[in-house]
Every structure is written in structure tokens, then in C-alpha cells.
T-cell receptor, first 114, second 112 residues
Framework: AQSVTQPDIHITVSEGASLELRCNYS??????LFWYVQSPGQGLQLLLK??????LVQGIKGFEAEFKRSQSSFNLRKPSVHWSDAAEYFC????????????FGPGTSLSVIP | SAVISQKPSRDICQRGTSLTIQCQVD?????MFWYRQQPGQSLTLIAT?????????ESGFVIDKFPISRPNLTFSTLTVSNMSPEDSSIYLC?????????FGEGSRLTVL
């Protein structure tokens, strides 16, 4: 079975600073990988996903993530954070070739200082 | 894409009662998923519901506690039975469409 960890429970960054949120997964084959954002009182929104191909994936809102098989990681990055990026970020991993059993990490809470 | 509507959006329930959450999708989908998000926690998959077959439950979740119906390709219900305060959570319906998992806004249940 697959699993995912997010080592950072909470991160605070200044507006305009760069951001990296860490995600490590465990799965025996090539996984499906996702980053979702959950803003206060809002539903979940997909930022980006990786299935195969280019290991650097571009997403919405200026986010990108890099799949590193050797490190079992899928870290999320943004070069310049905006105050509206304050939210909960979830890394998720799916198994096989479908969305069956997509497992979510514990989440990282992002605070942005003006 | 897929637009998901969940009802109720929130409810306050008494211990020992049951509540049924409805999930309506604006397109036909094969697989629907039910997740639970306990306060301050991540999402945990409860079960996968395919139309025309019994739901598949994840470890720690049983049909007697969380019966699921999937009568057609656009609708599903999740019942939380014999509720206790530990069932206070957000319950989310999710579907796969156009290569993406879409989520409803969730149903926030508080059990007193």
C-alpha cells in the first residue's frame, strides 16, 4: 500500500519570499502524485499532478513541483508567495492506473506574513 | 470537469442518531469516493462506490457504520449511523473526471 508524509506541519513565510513544501511518498511502482490546496472554508482544489513524463510539473497559481524518484519526493515550490496563498496544502499519492485509493498526506499549514 | 453538490452542508446531530449525506454530480462518473476529514486532520478515504456494486471499504470503516448507496452514475449517499462525538468531521464526496479528482464542498457534521 502507498503512503505519503509531509514533514512540515506548519510553515510561515513572508510575502514575496520563495516557498518549498516537502512531500515524501512510499509506493513500489511509479505513483500518481498530486498537490491539493484547501483554503479556509473552501473545498479542495488541485494545484498540479504528476503521472509520467517530465518530472518538473507546472500547476495553477504559479506553483510547480518536481518528482524525484531517487528521493521518493514530490516537493511543491513557488518563487514568490502571495498573502492569498495562506492555506492548507495536501500532498497525495495514488496507486496504479486509476484514482482508486488516493491517499492524502497529513498536510502543511502555510501562513504568510505581510 | 465535474461539479459536485453535497447536502447537507452542515448539521448538528444528537448522539445515537443517523444522518444521510447526499452527493450529486453534474455528469456521469464511474467511481465516486467518500472521504472523512476530522478536525485539524487530513483526508481519510472511507470507501469507493461504483454504480451497480457494493461499496469497497477501507480498513477501519465498516458497512454497518457507514452504509453507502450508489443508485446511478450521478448520485451517491453516505449514512453515518449511530453517531457519537467522534464522528464529528467533514465528510467529502469525490469523483474522478477528466483525469482529475474533484471534491464537493463537504458536509460538516457536529455530534453532541
Amino acid at each position: 500500500a502507498q503512503s505519503v508524509t509531509q514533514p512540515d506541519i506548519h510553515i510561515t513565510v513572508s510575502e514575496g519570499a520563495s516557498l518549498e513544501l516537502r512531500c515524501n511518498y512510499s509506493y513500489g511502482a511509479t505513483p500518481y502524485l498530486f498537490w491539493y490546496v484547501q483554503s479556509p472554508g473552501q473545498g479542495l482544489q488541485l494545484l498540479l499532478k504528476y503521472f509520467s513524463g517530465d518530472t518538473l510539473v507546472q500547476g495553477i497559481k504559479g506553483f510547480e513541483a518536481e518528482f524525484k524518484r531517487s528521493q521518493s519526493s514530490f516537493n511543491l515550490r513557488k518563487p514568490s508567495v502571495h498573502w492569498s496563498d495562506a492555506a492548507e496544502y495536501f500532498c497525495a499519492v495514488g496507486a496504479g492506473t486509476s484514482y482508486d485509493k488516493v491517499i492524502f498526506g497529513p498536510g502543511t499549514s502555510l501562513s504568510v506574513i505581510p | 470537469s465535474a461539479v459536485i453538490s453535497q447536502k447537507p452542508s452542515r448539521d448538528i446531530c444528537q448522539r445515537g442518531t443517523s444522518l444521510t449525506i447526499q452527493c450529486q454530480v453534474d455528469s456521469q462518473v464511474t467511481m465516486m469516493f467518500w472521504y472523512r476529514q476530522q478536525p485539524g486532520q487530513s483526508l481519510t478515504l472511507i470507501a469507493t462506490a461504483n454504480q451497480g456494486s457494493e461499496a469497497t471499504y477501507e480498513s477501519g470503516f465498516v458497512i454497518d457504520k457507514f452504509p453507502i448507496s450508489r443508485p446511478n452514475l450521478t448520485f451517491s449517499t453516505l449514512t453515518v449511523s449511530n453517531m457519537s462525538p467522534e464522528d464529528s468531521s467533514i465528510y467529502l464526496c469525490s469523483v474522478e473526471a477528466t483525469g482529475e479528482l474533484f471534491f464537493g464542498e463537504g458536509s460538516r457534521l457536529t455530534v453532541l
